[in-house]
């Protein structure tokens, strides 16, 4: 009895690790859309190669950040003295490229004449057509980056999602570009 018993323990186990098995996700070998969601990355004309960062050698046009939201659009910005410009839209993985598809809506927060270095900051939206940006997408040393003809797009792991978040509301231009979470 007591091995008819263990026999059927044996069979039970067998069967469930079978189904257990199949039932198994398949590894993931690409970034997905999804993997996006509520990161920010840092953008720049550098990569340290180390750490697969990239990084600003402290150019005045060289340094920005992207944020991903869930329902799939960005918000990124990109700080040139004296102006920092704010653009949004939407993003997806596709063909084994970042595809930003950007809106017609760019804020500016910084003088409005842009050689008026000591002028007074005012935010104000500008209308313009970026269209859509296809990014390549590499890896170093396990980690995904993006990289276009002039910058290196790398996780921001110091930046929390809702500080730059935050840092968009206080500015005004989280409003203003009329962004929805």
């Not at 869930?70 to 910005?77: E, L, V, W």
């Not at 063909?95 to 050689?115: F, H, Q, R, T």
Request: hydrophobic letters at 30%.
């Amino acid at each position: 009895m007591q091995k008819s018993i263990c026999l059927l323990l044996i069979l039970a186990l067998i069967s469930c690790k079978k189904i257990e098995n199949k039932a198994a996700k398949p590894e993931q070998d690409f970034i997905e859309t999804s993997d996006l969601h509520s990161k920010v990355y840092y953008i720049s004309t550098n990569l340290n190669k180390v750490d697969c960062l990239a990084y600003n050698d402290g150019c005045d046009c060289c340094a920005g950040k992207i944020v991903f939201l869930k329902n799939g659009t960005f918000i990124s910005d990109f700080y040139c003295i004296p102006t920092e410009s704010f653009n949004t839209g939407t993003y997806k993985i596709e063909n084994k490229k970042l595809v930003l598809k950007y809106s017609k809506k760019e804020a500016l927060l910084g003088p409005e004449d842009d050689s008026d270095y000591d002028g007074k900051d005012t935010l104000r939206l500008n209308t313009i057509n970026y269209g859509t940006e296809h990014i390549e997408i590499i890896k170093c040393k396990g980690k995904y980056l993006f990289k276009n003809e002039a910058d290196y797009y790398s996780e921001d792991k110091k930046t929390p999602i809702t500080i730059a978040i935050n840092q968009y509301k206080r500015k005004g231009v989280w409003k203003l570009l009329d962004i929805k979470e």
